[in-house]
């Protein structure tokens, strides 16, 4: 754990280097789990997050809404935005970059792209959604439709990207993380599932399912979880009209948590994951393996030679998790190593969770974030 505990320890406390404590957030109108592990951190970090003129999916928890930004720019440490739809850019014409502005590219990366960079998405989406002029539209806290703003002359001091590739070499890396929704869904239930995997759509998930059907079938002594999980969501009540009458514009439907999904990772001994779809596209970053870090088991993974979390690497929070790309032979061997010892079963558990609850949840990222704004301006 070289790298995650160099950062741990010259990111502590970092937010005292931030003497007003106050962020102004311009937004996607789309969930966006990179930037709201972000907000969550900031916010327990004790900055305030002003919003402009309503909330937004990905702060609603604890933004304050805001509707001058004369002078703005005297009161907060730094401007935040991040992309997919909806983002206002218009207001950066409201602002005189004072204050650093910083960009989050959550996104997934462009089929047929390999650069991917968060200029051409931005690009891609100003053709696919509408451009849209009415401000009562854009002033809605629950959108129609999609729409987008024209960039104009924004320019980011500084960009996080979640998909970074190699190539990608002038963004710094920023994980999903874990927030803290996923261990409230941690129900501590006795280890039933020797091994799971939760199937779903793309190429890199198609070949896994065929491996593990293949496990299961040689293997009748292990109990295998090998299926889509749907249903029985864990429903936010705060949010439950932002739910119920987005029409899968915004994504709200994002802050449900499938209980029944959620209670299969907590009842596994290991988790597998593969990327999802291509070798460049959607990315390797992605919701799941923190889920399934935060309910307490195992999570053995492969991730593109080209994709780079170098700066934050995910492997370090346990030397068994990672297996080299598409190799199978390897993967099993970890299997057998892990459920032939039970004492080694139960180390490996513990260190997964406790170093990723260390390193990878929204305050430990959130530091890291600021560490590198600090650094870099």
């Known amino acids: ?56 999916i990905n702060s609603w928890f604890c933004n304050k809404i805001i509707y001058d930004l004369n002078n703005i720019e005297d009161s907060i440490d730094f401007v935040l935005s991040n992309l997919h739809w909806g983002t206002k850019w218009s207001l950066y014409n409201k602002l005189y970059n004072k204050v650093p502005y910083i960009l989050i590219d959550g996104d997934d990366r462009l089929h047929n792209d390999n650069i991917s960079d968060w200029k051409n998405k931005y690009n891609n989406y100003i053709k696919i959604y509408k451009l849209e002029k009415s401000e009562k539209i854009k002033n809605k806290e629950l959108s ?116 029944n999904y959620f209670d299969i990772l907590n009842q596994s001994k290991i988790v ?44 370090e929070i346990c030397d068994i998790c990672e297996f080299s790309e598409e190799n199978y032979e390897e993967l099993v061997k970890k299997i057998e190593t892990l459920l032939n010892n039970s004492d080694l079963l139960k180390i490996k558990t513990e260190e997964c969770y406790n170093n990723s609850k260390k390193y990878f949840t929204s305050i430990p990222i959130t530091r890291y974030f600021l560490y590198n704004i600090n650094n870099k301006i």
């Not at 005292?16 to 970090?45: M, Q």
């Not at 979640?162 to 874990?178: T, V």
């Not at 091994?195 to 496990?215: A, C, Q």
């Open 1 to 56: 754990m070289n790298i995650l505990e160099n950062i741990y320890n010259k990111s502590l406390n970092i937010e005292s280097n931030f003497k007003k404590k106050r962020v102004l957030f311009i937004p996607s109108e789309s969930y966006d789990a990179a930037t709201l592990c972000i907000i969550e951190g900031l916010h327990k970090l004790g900055f305030e997050i002003l919003t402009y003129v309503k909330n937004n």
């Open 144 to 259: 129609p439709y999609r729409w987008m703003e024209e960039i104009g002359n924004y320019k980011p001091d500084i960009v996080f990207m979640s998909q970074k590739y190699i190539c990608n070499n002038n963004y710094f890396f920023l994980p999903f993380g874990i927030i803290d929704y996923y261990y409230k869904m941690n129900k501590n239930f006795k280890k039933i599932y020797d091994i799971t995997f939760i199937s779903g759509p793309g190429v890199y998930r198609d070949k896994m399912e065929k491996f593990i059907n293949h496990l299961k079938i040689h293997n009748p002594h292990l109990n295998i979880f090998n299926q889509k999980i749907y249903g029985n969501d864990f429903k936010n009540t705060d949010i439950e009209n932002f739910i119920k009458n987005d029409d899968n514009v915004h994504s709200w439907h994002r802050w449900n948590m499938s209980e």
């Open 272 to 315: 597998i994951y593969p990327p999802v779809n291509n070798y460049n596209n959607p990315g390797w970053e992605s919701k799941r393996p923190y889920e399934i870090l935060a309910q307490n088991t195992i999570l053995l993974y492969f991730k593109q030679k080209d994709f780079d979390n170098s700066q934050y690497p995910l492997n």
